[in-house]
């Protein structure tokens, strides 16, 4: 069906065909006689932190603290959350589980605040002049006051108008359709609020870059919101930069107000399966947040409450109210004269899209569009389900042009793949097909626990996949770690292995030396000569004498001695007065006054012999103590002894001056060091009479 706009303010839009559709009676006239109404303040608010398609938000207050109106009191948790805002002032008292409004009845976590009845608002940002600000800076505002969509969806607002750069907007529709029967809350909203819903639609427009067309579309039931909005269009200025708002005047047709279908009447655009609006070029916003979205820029005010149909035989006031959020369900009913026992039961939503309400005590939500209270005539007990004829109604009036009656097969036997086959998630639950079923199955409830089944399974298999990755993340991390170490303990190894190798071959050049030396004295020398003297050779690199170490060593022994010759001259004493000295005591005096004689004027030679010829350090050790080995290997037993009580002497004189030393500082070695002295000089005795005996024998 072609029509074109009624309004004179549009220029013949062009309405394209939908498949599918029915025409249920309207029942729209009974809320929209009273004008918008509110409601007292109620004495406690019931705000559940889960109001979106997102996670819950996440509270940032306590029980106890005070807030006021427009206060945030919950943080978004993620993209797809939104942030919620205290709807009065009083203070928190509770925060705690409880039932939602929700098809499922599942219950979730809500703050509780009584409120003062002072309904004071925290102070708000205002922005004069939208235009001059950065279009993320808008969107900011609009995500900071917790926007989202009060069509029914709860998709926040900001994520919709952040489009990808690859998609081009060209035109942003305003969905005023409004095509369920009962509801009449945005109807209502045009009515009272127009000028918001105009400069809106040219708030988003600036956003999204100003689309070619900006079009708000009515069903042509709603004669005095599209009057309201034509006075406001010609009452509010045009930014330079927009088109004109064209306001298309549709045809009424359930469900011509779903986003898909509106997109395809206005721009004859079909979104194909698994796509967003915006892949075609188009950008559907409900009224409501349209007007949540102008307000959170202009006036910075947090959606603290919305326009809500509140109908149904069993009330005695049927009209739209804007109700606080939070506000509980049997609170506002009170507040319309319920009869309990005329309602036939309590719906949230349309007569079909709504679901059933169990606990009368949950709350007005973002998106509680409709407090449906039927009476028992007007919404009688649904009859029990016969079983399909297959009559084919169904899928005529699905728009989504599904084939019902085969998903209805496939969610009886929970055959996800067939289901997923058959698009199951393109099925916007409008209820058409259960509306015109006559075996009256209540298609719609079967999809949505189908389609509620894949979803927890999808999930399910995310977080199993999550699991997974994590698992093999840190296998795959635990294994490098592992060739890490791996690689550490071969590079340590191999470093020892090369520091062994090393070592070994410094050994091995030692020894070559040693038998170097060896070898160049083996044609002259005995082995045990040969040995002596790579001994030598191997003390000799050991310990390399400076030229003042070498001197001071020949004074010491020169030292030594001359005071071994003044002992041996010193006088001798009997160690018994009864036994005086005897001839042959005398007789070794005398031997070994001789012998100590000569050994002082050996070391004097030595020592002038050192200082005479060896003024510079010893250039060559090595061959110095192979000289001295070799001189050493061909000394006489007398000469070898005479130098060992040299060497004696020395070390004697070394001790005694350590033990000197120690007794003057009362050192608890002073004992133990006499010992060695008193040791060494009977050592030095015994020597020295060997020498004597040796010196005193013929050949001597
Ligand atoms: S509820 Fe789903 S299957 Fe039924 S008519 Fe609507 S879109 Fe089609
Ligand atoms: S309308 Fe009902 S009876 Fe007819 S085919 Fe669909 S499910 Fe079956």
């Known amino acids: 069906m072609n029509t074109s706009a009624l309004n004179p303010t549009t220029t013949f839009i062009k309405v394209w065909e939908i498949p599918g559709g029915i025409h249920p009676p309207e029942n729209k006239t009974q809320s929209t006689q009273l004008p918008l109404g509110s409601l007292p303040i109620p004495p406690q608010l019931i705000i559940p932190l889960n109001q979106h398609i997102g996670a819950p938000a996440k509270p940032v207050v306590r029980v106890g603290d005070k807030v006021l109106a427009g206060q945030l009191i919950a943080q978004a948790d993620g993209i797809f959350s939104a942030n919620i805002h205290a709807s009065s002032s009083g203070v928190i008292i509770k925060i705690d589980n409880f039932i939602l409004p929700h098809p499922s009845g599942m219950s979730g976590e809500c703050i509780w605040i009584d409120t003062d009845g002072k309904h004071e608002f925290i102070p708000a940002e205002i922005c004069e002049d939208y235009l001059s600000e950065d279009r993320l800076i808008l969107i900011e505002k609009i995500r900071a006051a917790g926007v989202a969509g009060l069509g029914g969806a709860g998709f926040p607002t900001s994520v919709k108008l952040t489009t990808k750069s690859i998609q081009k907007i060209d035109t942003l529709i305003i969905n005023g359709a409004e095509c369920e029967p009962y509801i009449t809350a945005d109807d209502m909203l045009m009515q009272s609020r127009a000028d918001d819903v105009i400069a809106g639609a040219y708030l988003l427009s600036h956003i999204l870059h100003h689309p070619q067309r900006i079009i708000i579309g009515v069903e042509d039931n709603k004669p005095k919101a599209v009057a309201a909005l034509e006075a406001a269009l010609k009452k509010i200025a045009k930014p330079e930069q927009d088109n004109l708002i064209e306001i298309a005047v549709i045809p009424t047709k359930y469900p011509s107000g779903g986003a898909k279908q509106l997109i395809q009447m206005l721009t004859g655009r079909e979104i194909p399966h698994g796509h967003h609006s915006a892949d075609v070029g188009a950008i559907c916003v409900n009224v409501g947040t349209t007007v949540a979205a102008w307000r959170a820029v202009r006036f910075g005010e947090a959606l603290i409450s919305r326009v809500t149909t509140v109908v149904g035989e069993s009330l005695s006031v049927q009209r739209n109210i804007d109700v606080l959020i939070g506000t509980p369900i049997d609170y506002v009913l009170q507040q319309h004269g319920f009869d309990e026992s005329k309602a036939s039961r309590v719906i949230i939503g349309g007569s079909l899209m709504g679901f059933t309400l169990h606990d009368l005590r949950a709350p007005v939500i973002k998106t509680t569009n409709c407090i449906l209270a039927p009476s028992k005539k007007e919404a009688p007990i649904p009859p029990p389900a016969q079983a399909c004829i297959r009559c084919g109604l169904c899928s005529e009036a699905c728009p989504a042009s599904l084939l019902p009656q085969q998903l209805f097969w496939y969610a009886q036997a929970q055959d996800v793949e067939r289901l997923q086959a058959h698009n199951i998630f393109d099925c916007i639950e409008c209820g058409a097909c259960s509306y015109v079923c006559p075996s009256k199955i209540p298609l719609v409830q079967y999809y949505r626990a189908a389609k509620g089944t894949i979803r927890q399974q999808t999930a399910d298999k995310e977080k199993a996949d999550r699991s997974r990755q994590r698992f093999e993340f840190r296998q795959s991390r635990i294994d490098k770690e592992e060739a890490e170490k791996e690689a550490k303990r ?17 050994k091995s050049a030692a020894a070559k030396e040693e038998n170097k030396v ?5 044609p002259v020398l005995a082995v045990p000569q040969v040995e002596a003297v790579v001994s030598a050779v191997a003390k000799a690199n050991a310990s390399q004498l400076s030229y003042e170490d070498q001197k001071a060593r020949l004074e010491r022994i020169l030292g030594a001695a001359k005071n071994s010759l003044e ?27 001789k012998q100590t004689e000569l050994n002082v004027v050996e070391a004097e030679k030595k020592l002038a012999d050192f200082l005479g010829t060896a003024s510079q350090p010893v250039e060559d050790p090595v061959a110095t103590a192979i000289a001295r080995a070799q001189a050493k290997l061909s000394q006489s037993s007398e000469e070898k002894l005479r130098a060992n009580i040299e060497a004696m002497q020395a070390r004697l004189l070394k001790a005694q001056q350590k033990t000197e030393q120690a007794k003057a500082e009362n050192s608890p070695s002073a004992k133990a060091l006499q010992m060695g002295v008193e040791k060494m000089q009977e050592k030095i005795a015994e020597a020295q009479a060997e020498l004597n005996s040796i010196s005193s024998e013929p050949n001597s």
């Open 490 to 506: 071969v590079a340590r190894k191999k470093a020892a292995d090369e520091a062994k190798q090393k070592l070994a071959e410094q």
């Open 518 to 522: 060896t070898e160049d004295l083996s």
């Open 567 to 593: 002992s041996a001259r010193a006088p001798l004493v009997p160690k018994n007065p009864e036994f005086p000295i005897t001839e042959e005591q005398l007789v070794r005096q005398q031997s070994r006054i």
